[in-house]
């Protein structure tokens, strides 16, 4: 599949489209905003207009958004949204524009296939909901799945950079979940994994503006947080640290113990979180916090640090 194109290529293959979609358009999925491109004397100008979850009236990024997700893994993605009473099927695909990552989003209107009187709009409009929610969330911690956070952690940032509050990531970890897998089988950990998941959200505000709750790895959470203070997350963080060995876990009728640990980083300058090393010092503060006393490390990064 062609990827790479020159301007006039572009406007050529989007004129083409608009004969059979109506809905073709140019997204940053990062800032997540429509883009128009026009050339001026020689050179291209990008211009970002409306957000592109305006149209599905959302006041942020899709939580199943398939533009990152295209952009993430170079591969075609679709999905299916509902705006009002009509269905829409979102087809999304990865262009390079003279070395500018875009993705080319075109859409069209299925809802006379769908709306076939079997289902009330609105019944149909939950059943997308939910199928959106599964493409992205883990069943068993309801938490979102790791390739969430790679979708939506830049963007994020950007929202944060052009607000006056900075920017916590926070990885908890659970400690010994390795030999309970080994004592108690796969089952037990499951469990362990819904409560840390289910004491974590609790404490921290994951369904606040700018933050979210996503698997990490097999024993960890990340919860990433666009606003608040520094102090404020950390105690958070601390009290789900002290909670975690009083949350009441059985299997088999046999008590199971929930000890977590976090690592917390605020970063005043949140455009850090383009860079791997970011995530990899969230993640070596959880590993050294796993062997101090109170289980939790931090670190408050200034502009310019690494």
């Known amino acids: 599949m062609k990827y790479e194109y020159t301007f006039s290529e572009l406007q050529n293959e989007m004129s083409v489209l608009e004969n059979t979609f109506p809905i073709v358009r140019l997204v940053d999925p990062v800032a997540c905003r ?6 001026q004397d020689g050179r291209l100008v990008f211009s970002p207009e409306a957000p592109c979850y305006q149209v599905w009236n959302r006041k942020h990024q899709c939580a199943n958004c398939i533009s990152a997700r295209t952009l993430r893994s170079g591969q075609a993605c679709t999905k299916f949204e509902c705006v009002g009473n009509r269905v829409f099927q979102i087809i999304c695909r990865y ?3 003279e070395n500018t990552k875009l993705i080319l989003e075109m859409g069209t209107d299925i809802s006379a296939f769908i ?4 289902e009330t709009p609105e019944e149909i409009e939950e059943g997308i909901h939910l199928l959106n929610h599964k493409m992205v969330t883990d069943p068993v911690t309801l938490a979102y ?4 956070i790679e979708e939506h952690l830049l963007h994020m940032a950007m929202n944060a950079a052009s607000q006056p509050y900075t920017f916590h990531l926070a990885l908890i970890g659970i400690n010994g979940l390795e030999e309970i897998r080994m004592k108690a089988g796969c089952l037990a950990c499951d469990g362990i994994l819904r409560a840390a998941a289910d004491s974590i959200r609790q404490q921290l505000p994951c369904d606040d503006e700018g933050a979210f709750l996503a698997i990490y790895d097999e024993d960890s959470f990340l919860f990433a947080a666009g606003n608040g203070s520094h102090e404020a997350i950390k105690e958070k963080v601390l009290a789900v ?9 059985l299997f088999g009728e046999k008590p199971l ?6 690592g917390l ?5 949140p455009e850090l979180v383009q860079t791997d090393s970011l995530l990899d010092s969230v993640y070596a503060l ?4 796993g062997q101090l006393p109170l289980r939790f490390a931090e670190r408050l990064l200034q502009p310019g640090q690494d």
């Open 241 to 249: 640290i002290r909670s975690a060995p009083s949350v009441p876990i």
């Open 115 to 118: 709306l076939d009187g079997r």
């Open 34 to 39: 429509v883009v128009n491109v026009v050339r």
């Open 145 to 148: 799945q790791p390739h969430y």
């Open 257 to 262: 113990s929930l000890q977590l640990c976090a």
């Open 95 to 97: 262009v390079l524009l």
């Open 265 to 269: 980083i605020t970063c005043t300058a």
């Open 286 to 289: 959880r590993r050294t916090a």
